[in-house]
């Protein structure tokens, strides 16, 4: 029988509704109402304004402030009408999160009376603190000035809640001195680097008409879903996002089950509900489906320009976790909320293309023929090779580091899976010998009622990191928890510095006299030869792999982010950045001073509560427990029966153990190294081992506690009740 808090939890939980009544519309009635796109603004501007407007989010270029003027008015104007008393300016700092600053419409008039003013100057620009938020130095305290800028190709929203509607407009966020403090600016920067060089190389490929060229991204959200009566029981959850302790549950994910299964009608109704709000949002929610870990879903969106998929996927994870609440459960985005069972990633599906020549990264159905296709798939080959350890700073935390590796997510070495086909073409080329390839063919079912369709030339593979899946890579090792925009201002920025090589060699080769199609095939040629070793299309998790990897094939296996982050100080990272454009050497080396300090916080807060929980809640169970053992022994002993003190010397030298692991994890956090590369390792090296050691205690005595006693919801009622 569980303790009496752990059984009323339970008995909450099982009298929740199942249902949450939300008024029905069909999705033309829902699709963007919430938003002030295109159409909205169609309807609301002047035509000239309008297609000012148009013309700035499509081709780039400064807004005139007289426009930003007219803007206003008819955003202010559209807002109001819907109840909105309140405009923020929403950025999104290096927390990974979204920070948001609240102004109201409102205006005094000399007699007293009040107005709602919204002008074009407030609309283009505001000013947050630019000190509190992380910097990695560029602001002192002292130093307190920051701006945000309207970013006009990202559409304006509305948010509600119960008590009422924010005119939401998404903005960039810059120092007083002019450098980036969030994730938007080094984006849109990256993908305006992108865009020159691709623009370039189309160009020399014989493109006349080239319009601008916009990276894209899908990002696949998984999540866990735990009852809140259950989390308010757990201090791990409520303040890291992870399990802390937490013995196995009897049946984990070994059945696979749960894969793919009926989504339970709660979590369904939660689901519907979240979609409902995407769709209001104009967030083009697409998939739904159970993971594969217990407690454990997916929510996946359509393709959308990288810049508006980052702001929605943001978005997204806002709302996962609000709606939840309203459900009366927790979402969990921790990368790994419970051992011993899969964690959750965000597959980052991404690709570049424009709308004269679109989509640069789709064979087509002759692939080796596509010489377009293959200068872009080749140079994504050679930026993953030169900067693979960039894609592993980039998603390198302290949650994704207890994700990254095992039989669940991609290995920390990054290496790229074409696939059969594509994998045969690339090979020719390095041989000299590009000729026809076989394609997929039909899959043949072997049943007439059942329909033949086309079978892909390859197939897919979930252990590796950067993989090819038909017409556009999945970065498959980004973290739940993640903003999208670091992998894809590295994505972007990688691409632009091997388009840039590309272009440079193949105008070469020409200028010499050869033709664009012996420059093109001369260099991928070079590309592979040099570059080939990345491409990997086996079992990234076997330690074969592991090995050849780094000793044969000269890959780095990054698997800490103590180790991953210092990527971001290295030279040729460095000279990546300030060539593209996209960060300054200040700012760079500011990311590595924030997600260095992030590391060593979350670790620091982990090894505390593990302290809290251990000696404020374990240590009193335990001891209750053994003291009822103790009485029953004396009771065994006055009848004359002989004691059985196996069970009480398991569990007492356990608890001795877990007191001596606390001692030792103390004095290691009150000592920590000076220097921020120091201060990681030792996190790396002695915390985190220490607390695992702790766990191990923890774990151990959950598993001989009389149930009664013990004071943490279990795993399996955690994953399993809802």
Request: charged residues 20%; negative net charge; glycine residues 8%.
């Amino acid at each position: 029988m569980p303790s009496p808090q752990r059984l009323a939890a339970i008995q909450r939980t099982q009298e929740r509704p199942a249902a949450v009544t939300t008024p029905k519309a069909s999705l033309q009635e829902l699709w963007a109402s919430d938003v002030f796109s295109l159409s909205q603004m169609k309807s609301s501007l002047p035509k000239d304004i309008f297609k000012s407007v148009q013309n700035t989010i499509k081709a780039g270029g400064k807004l005139d402030v007289s426009v930003a003027n007219v803007v206003a008015q008819a955003m202010k104007d559209w807002a109001v009408s819907r109840g909105a008393l309140y405009y923020a300016h929403v950025f999104y700092p290096l927390t990974n999160s979204t920070a948001e600053k609240h102004d109201g419409f409102i205006s005094t008039q000399s007699d007293g009376s009040a107005i709602c003013e919204f002008t074009g100057k407030v609309l283009v620009q505001g000013e947050p603190d630019g000190s509190s938020f992380p910097n990695g130095g560029i602001r002192s305290t002292f130093e307190a000035r920051g701006y945000t800028a309207w970013d006009i190709t990202s559409p304006a929203f509305l948010m509600e809640t119960p008590n009422g509607v924010t005119l939401c407009i998404p903005t960039v966020f810059v120092s007083w001195t002019g450098e980036a403090l969030d994730k938007k600016t080094p984006l849109l920067r990256s993908n305006a680097a992108m865009n020159k060089q691709a623009q370039r190389l189309l160009k020399l490929l014989g493109n006349t008409e080239v319009a601008p060229v916009n990276s894209s991204c899908g990002a696949e959200q998984e999540y866990f879903l735990v009852d809140s009566s259950f989390v308010s029981l757990r201090p791990d959850l409520l303040l890291t996002g992870r399990t802390l302790f937490g013995s196995p549950s009897a049946k984990g994910q070994q059945f696979d089950d749960h894969y793919f299964g009926a989504i339970p009608q709660r979590v369904q109704v939660f689901m519907q509900d979240v979609e409902r709000q995407m769709y209001k949002l104009g967030i083009p929610a697409k998939t739904r489906h159970n993971e594969v870990a217990p407690g454990q879903f997916e929510i996946a969106p359509f393709f959308e320009a990288a810049n508006v998929a980052t702001d929605h996927q943001q978005l997204t994870m806002t709302l996962l976790k609000s709606t939840a609440r309203k459900h009366g459960m927790n979402c969990l985005l921790h990368e790994k909320p419970f051992e011993g069972i899969n964690g959750s990633g965000k597959h980052v599906n991404w690709s570049v293309g424009n709308g004269t020549q679109g989509n640069l990264l789709d064979p087509g159905s002759s692939p080796e023929e596509n010489m377009q296709f293959l200068l872009f798939c080749g140079a994504v080959i050679r930026g993953v090779h030169l900067y693979g350890p960039l894609l592993r700073a980039v998603v390198a935390t302290a949650g994704n580091d207890h994700r990254l590796g095992a039989n669940e997510a991609p290995p920390a070495i990054i290496s790229v899976y074409l696939g059969s086909q594509l994998e045969e073409v690339y090979t020719m080329i390095k041989n000299g010998n590009l000729g026809s390839t076989d394609h997929g063919g039909m899959m043949q079912l072997g049943v007439d009622t059942l329909p033949e369709f086309p079978k892909d030339p390859g197939d897919r593979n979930r252990t590796s990191p950067f993989a090819f899946t038909g017409n556009r890579f999945e970065f498959r090792a980004v973290g739940s928890n993640q903003s999208v925009a670091g992998p894809l201002v590295a994505m972007n920025t990688i691409l632009a510095d091997s388009l840039e090589y590309i272009s440079n060699e193949l105008e070469a080769k020409m200028n010499t006299g050869a033709s664009l199609q012996d420059a093109a095939t001369a260099v991928l040629k070079v590309i592979m030869e040099e570059h080939g070793n990345v491409v990997f299309g086996g079992d990234g998790y076997s330690s074969e792999w592991h090995q050849m990897a780094v000793s044969e094939r000269g890959l780095e296996n990054l698997p800490t982010t103590a180790d991953a982050v210092l990527v971001l100080e290295r030279d040729n990272i460095k000279d990546l950045f300030a060539r593209t454009g996209v960060l300054t050497p200040v700012e760079l080396h500011s990311r590595f001073e924030v997600y260095a300090e992030q590391y060593v916080l979350a670790v620091e807060v982990e090894a505390k509560l593990a302290l809290q929980i251990a000696r404020t809640q374990i240590y009193p169970a335990v001891m209750e427990y053994l003291g009822q053992l103790a009485n029953s022994l004396r009771y065994q002993e006055n009848l004359g029966l002989p004691p059985d003190r196996a069970m009480a010397g398991r569990i007492a030298s356990l608890n001795q153990e877990l007191l001596a692991n606390c001692t030792a994890l103390e004095a290691a956090l009150a000592s920590p190294p000076h220097g921020e590369t120091a201060h990681m390792r030792h996190c790396a090296d002695t915390l985190l081992p220490l607390m695992h050691k702790i766990r191990e205690a923890v774990d151990g005595l959950e598993a001989l506690v009389d149930d009664a006693v013990w004071p943490l919801p279990s795993y399996q009622e955690m994953l399993f009740i809802r």
